[in-house]
Structures are given as C-alpha cells and as structure tokens.
C-alpha cells in the first residue's frame, strides 16, 4: 500500500516553523473519539491537519511546535503503552513509538500535559492553534494560559498574541507534493475500479444499497479502510438529489443510477460520480442531457492550467450546460442572457468543482484579495457539472423530468495543464453500454 514517506512529515513541520513568528509556539490537537451510540465508537479517523503534520493515527494526542527549541522543535503529547488497554483496543505508539516511528523530538504522556504544558508556552509570544475547530481543545488551551498569568507577578510571561493556524496550514496543504499525488491516484485507481464493478452489477431489481455494497466490497478489498465520505447511489428520480443518501430505494429498468462515491488511502480522498442506466442502454433523452454533462466537462478541462482562475473552469461548464439546454428546448432565450440571469441554475445548481486532499472539500482560499485564485501546479481539485430535471419540474415536456446526470473526476494541475487521477472508468455512452453488456453476457 502507498503512503505518505517519514520524511515528508518532517519537511511539512519545517515549512510550517519557517512561517511562525520567532519565539513562537503551535499546539494542534488530535481528532475526538467519536460516540456512535452508548459505549460504541465510530471508526476512528485523524484530524487532517494533525494527520499532515505528523501521521501519528492515534487519538488522545497533542502536537507542539516550537521553532528554536534546543531540545527538539517537535513535542508529542499521547498515550502511554498500556498492557490491559492494549489487549482490548489494540496496540499503542507510546513515547518510544512516537520518537522512534513517527519522528518526535521528545514525548510525554497525554496525562502530564496539564503539568508540562504550560512551562512550554510560558515565555512564548505567540500561540498558533486551530481556534474555534475545537471549543473543548480551546478551553484547555485557555487554562493552560491562565496557569501562565497566575503566576504573572512571580515573572512568568504568558503569550501576547493568539493566531489561528489556519491560513499557514491550510495553504500549504492546497499545494500536492509528488507522494502526496501518488498516493491520490492509488485512491483514484481503488474508486475506478469500485464504479466499474458496480456498473457491472447493475440490473433492474436491485436495490440503490446492492451497489453501495459492490462499492464497498471493492474499497476494502483495494486496501481502503473507509469511504472518503457517504457514497450516494441514487437512482431514478433520486438522482436530482444532490446529495442523497437513502440508499434503499429499488433499481428500476429505464431509469438512470448517479453514484456518486469515493475511498481514502493515507487520509487522502478520491471522489468520483458517474451516472448510467439502469438496463445498461441510455433512452435518447438520457443520452442527450449525459452528453451535454460530458460536453461540458471536456470544456472546463480544457481551462485547467497553471495561471488560468479557478472560475474559468465552472464559467466553461456554464456556457456549455446553458447552450445545450437551448438547443434542446428546455430554455429559451439568449445564451448570453440566461447566463447573466443564471436561468441555468434551476439545471445546474452548483459548482463545477471543489479543492481535493485529506478533506474531500479539501481546505484553501478559493478567492485572494477578492480575486478568484490563479491555479498552479499541484493544486488539486474536483471537475463535476451536472444537469438535474426535477420531476415536478412543469416547465419543461414529461420525457425530461426526473433526469439527473453529474459526471465527476479528479485533477492535478500540471505544468501543461491538468492530469485525470480518475480516468480508469469508462464515460462515454458507447462505453459504458459496451462494459454493460460484455457483464450481462458473461453473467447469462
């Protein structure tokens, strides 16, 4: 399985301490244990700026920065090695692990941290931490500064400046290294292969959760612990859903499926949408709005490169979805002015695309100084246009309604332009009707 190499870890913490203040001081905690209900746990996952800068999986842990530090810049908080615990929960890093295996210049126990803690800040000028992320981790943080201020009259110096880390962190992780873009496509490669086999898989009786499970089965069996968020199978009318989740409904012949699913491999997502029919043949209104989509996807490709904004990608997808959508009577007037009106949108209500990383709305200003942001390379993002015909939509003829179509892959801006993560799964129409019916000949 591809991960993130040490030694990234550790060139991501200098980055970071090269952009501090001198005689500062960072503290990010890791992520919560979730309560699914009573005494049961969600499946546990990092915070994804913990999980940059350190690849340390284990919750109850605290980073510290401390750029100039003589006895090590990097301090990690966490749990001790804990026979009993351990044979209930599984292994533990402990302090050793933690210097040995994740590259801690000194560690101490979670436990000590109320001791320990506050003589790290004292004398400090400014604090950087994930403020307002985590109300409880902000109150701790704050008794950790009052202990400083107590002993303000004994000559303890308590910090002067509070600083979200946000905009150094979130900035830096916009930016995809060559690992980190490695291990992107080994997550994309996982996804493609999930959508194909269940295109595969489908038929008309089925329900939506039958595909999610063939998803589900192709994530895991690739190496994938979790999906990168809720995968959405939505057939039929379900497809005008954005963002469905349901799940059970029935798989019915002559309607289309929208899935819309994707694995994490390291914490890093893939995210993927494809819509097909149901029966394995598009009608000719699905085949004529699914081309559109696809039209309209080829377009913002072509607008995405180094020093072209970010909207010129979604304005490409506009023009496309707009022009066709006339062209195919389900809007009158002037191209040019339903896109200024944004009569479009009762189609195409949402963007083009999202950044992509450890979150899957990855983190990263979209504007700067109100201008929308140049791309560059190693930037990623999603590419995903869609046209939704609601089924009560009165506006348009009956064989229209009900349709939905997104079409969405995974980019990396390059020195040239852009290169698909996503492109092992099939999306043109002679495509995908030809790996439908090569599956339902080899099932008969």
């Given at each position: 399985?591809?991960?993130?190499?040490?030694?990234?870890?550790?060139r991501?913490?200098?980055?970071?301490?090269?952009?501090?203040?001198p005689?500062?001081?960072?503290?990010?905690?890791?992520?919560?244990?979730?309560?699914?209900?009573?005494?049961?746990?969600?499946?546990?996952?990092?915070?994804?700026?913990?999980?940059?800068?350190s690849?340390?999986?284990?919750?109850?842990?605290?980073?510290?920065?401390?750029?100039?530090?003589?006895?090590?810049?990097?301090?990690?908080?966490?749990?001790?090695?804990?026979v009993?615990?351990?044979?209930?929960?599984?292994?533990?890093?402990?302090?050793?692990?933690?210097?040995?295996?994740?590259?801690?210049d000194?560690?101490?126990?979670?436990?000590?941290?109320d001791?320990?803690?506050p003589?790290?800040?004292?004398?400090?000028?400014?604090?950087?931490?994930?403020?307002g992320?985590?109300?409880?981790?902000?109150?701790?943080?704050?008794?950790?500064?009052?202990?400083?201020?107590?002993?303000?009259?004994?000559?303890?110096?308590?910090?002067?400046?509070?600083?979200?880390?946000?905009?150094l962190?979130?900035?830096?992780?916009?930016?995809?290294?060559?690992?980190e873009?490695?291990?992107?496509?080994?997550?994309?490669?996982?996804?493609?292969?999930?959508?194909?086999?269940?295109?595969?898989?489908?038929?008309?009786?089925?329900?939506?959760?039958?595909?999610?499970?063939?998803?589900?089965?192709?994530?895991?069996?690739?190496?994938?612990?979790?999906?990168?968020?809720?995968?959405?199978?939505?057939?039929?009318?379900?497809?005008?859903?954005?963002?469905?989740?349901?799940?059970d409904?029935?798989?019915?012949?002559?309607?289309?499926?929208?899935?819309?699913?994707?694995?994490?491999?390291?914490?890093?997502?893939?995210d993927?949408?494809?819509?097909?029919?149901?029966?394995?043949?598009?009608?000719?209104?699905?085949?004529?709005?699914?081309?559109?989509?696809?039209?309209?996807?080829?377009?913002?490709?072509?607008?995405?490169?180094p020093?072209?904004?970010?909207n010129?990608?979604?304005?490409?997808?506009?023009?496309?979805?707009?022009?066709?959508?006339?062209?195919?009577?389900?809007?009158?007037?002037?191209?040019?002015?339903?896109?200024?009106?944004?009569?479009?949108?009762?189609?195409?209500?949402?963007?083009?695309?999202?950044?992509?990383?450890?979150?899957?709305?990855?983190?990263?200003?979209?504007?700067?100084?109100?201008?929308?942001?140049?791309?560059?390379?190693?930037?990623?993002?999603?590419?995903?246009?869609?046209?939704?015909?609601?089924?009560?939509?009165?506006?348009?003829?009956?064989?229209?309604?009900?349709?939905?179509?997104?079409?969405?892959?995974?980019?990396?801006?390059?020195?040239?332009?852009?290169?698909?993560?996503?492109?092992?799964?099939?999306?043109?129409?002679?495509?995908?009707?030809?790996?439908?019916?090569?599956?339902?000949?080899?099932?008969?």
């Open positions: 399985m591809i991960h993130i190499p040490k030694a990234e870890y550790s991501r913490r200098k980055a970071l301490m090269a952009q501090m203040e005689n500062s001081i960072a503290i990010l905690p890791a992520a919560a244990v979730a309560i699914r209900n009573r005494d049961v746990e969600h499946v546990y996952r990092q915070d994804s700026d913990f999980q940059y800068l690849g340390f999986p284990e919750p109850q842990a605290v980073l510290v920065l401390m750029p100039g530090r003589v006895h090590g810049e990097y301090i990690l908080f966490c749990r001790e090695r804990n009993e615990r351990e044979l209930w929960d599984g292994l533990r890093a402990g302090q050793e692990g933690a210097i040995r295996d994740y590259g801690a000194d560690a101490f126990p979670i436990t000590d941290i001791d320990i803690l003589g790290l800040i004292e004398g400090r000028d400014r604090v950087y931490s994930a403020m992320s985590n109300p409880e981790f902000d109150r701790h943080l704050m008794d950790w500064i009052n202990v400083i201020r107590s002993k303000a009259n004994l000559g303890a110096q308590p910090p002067n400046e509070y600083v979200a880390l946000d905009h962190l979130h900035d830096m992780r916009l930016y995809k290294s060559a690992a873009v490695k291990v992107m496509r080994e997550a994309a490669r996982i996804s493609a292969q999930a959508h194909v086999r269940a295109m595969q898989a489908s038929r008309p009786g089925l329900h939506e959760f039958s595909l999610e499970a063939e998803l589900d089965y192709e994530f895991r069996k690739g190496g994938a612990k979790m999906p990168a968020y809720g995968s959405i199978v939505a057939a039929g009318r379900n497809s005008c859903i954005l963002h469905y989740q349901q799940n409904a029935v798989l019915k012949d002559g309607d289309l499926v929208l899935i819309d699913a994707g694995c994490e491999i390291d914490c890093y997502a893939s993927i949408t494809r819509t097909w029919p149901v029966n394995g043949k598009y009608s000719a209104e699905q085949k004529a709005i699914y081309e559109l989509v696809l039209a309209a996807q080829e377009a913002a490709f072509a607008e995405i490169a020093n072209k904004h970010w010129q990608a979604h304005e490409a997808t506009v023009r496309v979805i707009t022009t066709g959508l006339v062209e195919l009577g389900l809007l009158q007037g002037d191209v040019d002015e339903l896109i200024a009106s944004e009569a479009y949108k009762a189609f195409y209500m949402h963007r083009a695309g999202h950044w992509l990383g450890m979150d899957v709305h990855d983190v990263g200003e979209y504007k700067v100084g109100g201008e929308w942001r140049v791309l560059e390379v190693g930037m990623a993002l999603t590419v995903e246009p869609g046209i939704y015909i609601a089924p009560d939509n009165q506006n348009v003829a009956k064989k229209w309604r009900g349709i939905g179509v997104r079409i969405e892959d995974d980019v990396v801006v390059t020195k040239s332009g852009c290169e698909i993560l996503t492109k092992g799964v099939p999306k043109t129409v002679a495509e995908i009707e030809a790996l439908m019916a090569q599956a339902r000949t080899q099932a008969a």
